[in-house]
């Protein structure tokens, strides 16, 4: 979140995607990384990351984290590509 404060997006961006490289992925930084795409008007990039992160929330039985993305998705849904 530093990276990001810092307006190191593509920074802040790697990091978050090997957050969500582990063996056992951290699903936060999904969440994380759609907010911060969306900010960018990177709608189709965050949608990627909510889908793959509600999956990944699902498996580890996270179902605050997938409601809370299913909700960033659907309103992502409302908009296009900017």
């Given amino acids: ?3 990001r404060n810092a307006r190191e997006h593509d920074a802040s961006l790697e990091k978050l995607d090997e957050l969500t490289h582990d063996e056992t992925p951290y699903v936060p930084a999904f969440f994380m990384a759609a907010q911060q795409l969306a900010d960018l008007a990177r709608v189709d990039e965050a ?5 793959s992160g509600i999956d990944e929330a699902r498996r580890q039985g996270d179902s605050h984290a ?3 993305m ?9 908009m296009g590509e900017f």
């Fill in 70 to 78: 299913s909700e960033m998705l659907s309103m992502l849904g409302e």
């Fill in 66 to 68: 997938a409601a809370e």
């Fill in 47 to 51: 949608r990627t990351y909510l889908r």
């Fill in 1 to 3: 979140m530093e990276l």
